[in-house]
């Protein structure tokens, strides 16, 4: 079989699957509103602001997350201290944790009588905040990355030659890392345009994005015209960006790191520069979840663990965990064949960004027009969690794959290794770390997907994120405080997910300590 | 006994599996927590196999009843209210009952009424006590000095309580002097949330906020006590019944246009105004129920009951609310801009 019909073959089940489970129910919502769109929709200034801020607020998050991040992470890459290794790994941290945990974290800071002292409530700062706590560590990583693939030698040249540390940064570091940032930037930009639940959750009535419009229009004003319309304007922008970060991830592609700059351990001032990095990251990734933890452990002090004891409890962490399994499972056979069949093409890469740029609040709706007689069982629930989860599975394998030395598996195979042997001593342990974050990302994304609660639910598949819902909606301190119980627990549930999947194996380790 | 009540549960899932039970479809808001018990004890005495079905409030239950009213998701649904129900009927999502004399008060013109509430202001009685802040005695009070920056309301665009309030200010003054006080109320910087649980639980002063009026329901302070851990004597907040601030609101079932099972969903609705039913009601969902000499559970004592409302008609509801919520929204959300 030639390489485009084996490519077109495995693309065949990711692409029906996108094509039934996104851009048909976004059809069907848009030939619902049948084209009749309020004159002078994008005239009213309401409208135009809300445009302008969810523009405004995800360029505000990549400029900062920039600014923050890229110190941060120079200081990371190249000073040697204790904890250096762990700090690197719980970058990651934030990125597993649900929408909802981190937006009761946000608000327990900086909300009415938050534990700092200051309310930001009904300000930008509150959602540009939750913004960066998604996204700085984000930037982090990737400048890390970047800066690990200057050869020490180049570095030291610089220096011999006489150039300053500042002057070495920009014309040696700066260049070398900035395809990494941009590339980062671009997800930024993505996440936080599209955005639906922090924004939902964290930017009130004023600060609210274009994503939380649409959901107002279609779940309480039942206008579908002036929604889908908004939801193709969000698509045209964030389809560029996402296909300018497929293109400049591909160039990315690093296979093998030459002489990487060792991390030294600081000196005099330089201990200074590093406390401060550490403080900015505990500031901006690290607080919310720690305010969860605190805010859970007054409650437990107020009404003890008596709250838990509960029959919902049991149905809800048991019902999160078994979708999160049966999503995890879907998503990664999803996720390997749309990474296998998007090895080289741009518009098949692109198009794994397809479930994060298509309104969410459209597709659910869609989902319930295009198929009613299915739109409150299991398989269709299912099937809407693996499509917001499978996406990280098909880019982090993809960028694995880009990154795969292709002489080792030709010399394996030319050594008379079959195929089969090939992928599983050549290929496999060089895609696992790849998956397994995959993996991780997706398992994290469905324990807590904020968008799932826009589908039709059933009492019987009552998950953490409902029931924190549900105890909300009544009054009384049980209930107040049984959600922030509850919310720990899920960012713990979401901990454990991301340690069982992400911690490195053994041999992994061995082979970190060798290099 | 909680023993006996899973093993009857079970039994009663089995029995349900085994005899290829026929299926009803329940449509329901994401309050709706009648208790399992009684849900089994139905789906034994008729055979039948009950799919509950939550999806979202009231508003986005009867939305999402008009969007797939080709092919209809349920056979009956519960938890539509008189702010939607004009909505529904006007939408034809519903099948016309032969207009049964039932039981009961209040009615539900269109569908059969299964309870009722009041969504009015709450205050948090320890803030009013420490600033020794009299309580207001009309709504206009809320628009003095005295009061700025203590009320929070949600946004009727987006909740129902939020909606019901609205509307009983309007019933009560009229829609001109309604939209007047709003503005009024606008400058005197009242707080509007997206929805009641924001409103309650991150800008009421009593659960961390810093509002002391928020607008809630006539039984939230019975709630207070029943979910408390050391069962509280007293209620820490009270009902605020400021005349033209009360809605009442009634909450009824009705058979999905196009459903199937109509027998079966007819039983359903009157089962749901069984007495048992009835019963668990108030402390499930916190309603009252409308069969008249159905025992109240005692910690109804804390929720002092509204003598008199201002409620517009369905007919009323039904042709100006949405007008309403747009001339609201223009006042209050939009002004400035």
Known sequence: MSERGRRAGLALLPLAFLLLMSILPLLRLLQEGQGAVSTGLFADRYLQWRVLWSLLQAAVSCVAALLIGLPVAWCLARYRFPGRSLSLRLLMLPFVMPTLVAAMGVLALFGPQGLLGVNLQDTPWLLLYGNLFFNLPLVIRAACEGLAQIPASRLAAARTLGATP?????????????????????????????????ALLLGGQRYATVEVEIYQLVSYELNLADAGALALLMLLVTGVIATLYAWLERRLAAPLKVDP?????????????????????????????????????????????????????????????RFSAMAVLLAALLGWLHALAARGS????????????????????????????????????????????????????????????????QAARSLGASPLRVFARVEWPLLRPAFRRGL?????????????????????????????????????????ASAMLLACLLMLLALLAFLIIEWPSAAERQLRKES | MQLFK????????????LSHAAELRVLTHSSFAVSKPLLAEFEQQNGVKLSIIKAGDAGEMVNKLILTRANPIADVVYGIDNTMMGKATAAGVLLP???????????????????????????????????????????????????KDLLVVENPATSSPGLAFLLSTISAMGETRAMAFWAKLRDNGVKVSKGWTEAYYTDFSRNGGARPIVVSYATSPAAEVFYSKEKLSTSPTANLLLPGAVFQQVEGAALVKGGQQA????????????????????????????????????????AEKPAAHTTPNQQQIAANSAGWVGKWTRIVLKSGQ
């Open chain 2, 6 to 17: 899973t093993t009857s549960l079970i039994s009663a899932l089995l029995l349900a599996g």
């Open chain 2, 97 to 147: 009952e032969a207009a049964e004399r039932k039981s009961g008060q209040p009615q539900l013109p269109g569908a059969t009424s299964i309870d009722y509430g009041y969504v009015t202001l709450n205050y948090d009685k320890a803030w009013f006590a420490k600033k020794q802040l009299p309580l207001p005695k009309k709504l206009d009070d809320l628009t003095r000095p005295a009061y």
């Open chain 2, 263 to 302: 027998a079966l969903a007819r039983k359903f609705i009157a089962f749901l105004r069984s007495d048992a039913v009835q019963k668990d009601i108030p402390t499930s969902m916190w309603m009252y129920p409308v069969q008249p000499g159905i025992a109240l559970d005692p910690v109804f004592q804390h």
């Open chain 1, 346 to 409: 741009l518009w098949l890469r692109a198009l794994a960004f397809l479930p994060f740029v298509v309104s969410p609040v459209c597709v659910a709706f869609g989902l319930l027009l295009l198929y009613p007689q299915w739109s409150a069982s299991l398989p269709l629930l299912l099937a809407s969690y693996a499509l917001l989860a499978y996406p990280f599975v098909a880019r982090s394998l993809a960028g694995a794959l880009d990154s795969l030395p292709r002489h080792w598996p």
């Open chain 1, 166 to 198: 500042w002057r070495v940064f920009w014309r040696v570091e700066w260049p070398a890392v900035r395809p990494w940032l941009l590339s980062a930037l671009c997800l930024v930009f993505l996440y936080c345009f599209s955005g639906f639940g922090l």
């Open chain 1, 440 to 480: 991780a990302f997706a398992a994290a994304t469905a324990l807590g997907e904020f968008a799932v609660t826009l589908f039709l639910s059933r009492p019987e598949w009552l998950t953490l994120t409902t029931l924190i819902y549900q105890r909300l909606g009544r009054p009384g301190a049980d209930n107040a």
């Open chain 1, 261 to 321: 700059v060792l991390p030294r351990r600081p000196q005099g001032m330089e201990w200074l520069q590093l406390v401060a990095a550490l403080a900015l990251l505990l500031l901006f990734a690290g607080l919310p979840l720690l305010a969860v933890l605190w805010r859970a452990v007054q409650a437990v002090a107020a009404s003890g663990f008596s709250l838990l004891h509960d029959e919902e409890v049991l149905l809800a962490l048991g019902n999160s965990a």
